[in-house]
Antibody, heavy 117, light 110 residues
Framework: QVRLVESGGGVVQPGGSLRLSCAAS????????MHWVRQAPGKGLEWVTF????????YYADSVKGRFTISRDNSKNTVYLQMNSLRAEDTAVYYC??????????WGQGTLVTVSS | QSALTQPPSVSGSPGQSVTISCTGT?????????VSWYQQPPGTAPKLMIY???NRPSGVPDRFSGSKSGNTASLTISGLQAEDEADYYC??????????FGGGTKLTVL
């Protein structure tokens, strides 16, 4: 079955950087686009970014454009989220999700990012 | 990229039906059938319940159904069960080639 495992979360100071990883298994990774979605403590879901199956196109929410970069390594079945210039408002659980039929069909368990001095 | 509008909370008794609305604009819900619904019990990751407005992934009970009219999508849960108590989110693809979520609706089973 589909398995998505996020890692790389932690505590980082404002202005700092962090790279999240999402290891995928149980499906043909090279055939699917991938999303990152975040959820601030006690808040709702916020879509962050999407990458097509072959990495040819990437899309971002305005709130992270220019600071976050999504990438993927299809040889490692892994998608990444490079987060720079982090702000307090980026504090959230970050989920990766497999796209199917224009929705987030399968989700990982999430990794917590805390931006604090 | 304004969030889609959902009611903060809905409630119903076991066996009853409830409907959760999700209002967007002609740039998202009104222009695409790429509307999804997610269920998130406390402390867990979201789970896809409906995709492409009205389709259920395998394993989702047929008590869950989706529809759309104009700029508003709806999720209906019939025959409410205690296990349905959770937060529910809608999502839509947008004309900016992004996705947007609703603010979420807390379902309470009385």
């Amino acid at each position: 079955q589909v398995r998505l495992v996020e890692s790389g979360g932690g505590v980082v100071q404002p202005g700092g950087s962090l790279r999240l990883s999402c290891a995928a298994s149980g499906f043909t990774f090279t055939s699917y686009g991938m999303h990152w979605v975040r959820q601030a403590p006690g808040k709702g879901l916020e879509w962050v970014t999407f990458i097509r199956y072959d990495g040819s196109n990437k899309y971002y929410a305005d709130s992270v454009k220019g600071r976050f970069t999504i990438s993927r390594d299809n040889s490692k079945n892994t998608v990444y989220l490079q987060m720079n210039s982090l702000r307090a408002e980026d504090t959230a659980v970050y989920y990766c999700a497999k796209d199917s039929n224009w929705g987030c069909h399968d989700w990982g368990q999430g990794t917590l990012v805390t931006v604090s001095s | 990229q304004s969030a889609l509008t959902q009611p903060p909370s809905v409630s119903g008794s076991p066996g009853q039906s409830v409907t959760i609305s999700c209002t967007g604009t002609s740039s998202d819900v009104g222009n695409y059938n790429h509307v999804s619904w997610y269920q998130q019990p406390p402390g867990t990751a979201p789970k896809l319940m409906i995709y492409e407005v009205s389709n259920r992934p395998s394993g989702v009970p047929d008590r869950f159904s989706g529809s759309k009219s104009g700029n508003t999508a709806s999720l209906t849960i019939s025959g409410l069960q205690a296990e349905d108590e959770a937060d529910y989110y809608c999502s839509s693809f947008t004309s900016s080639t992004t996705w947007v979520f609703g603010g979420g609706t807390k379902l309470t089973v009385l």
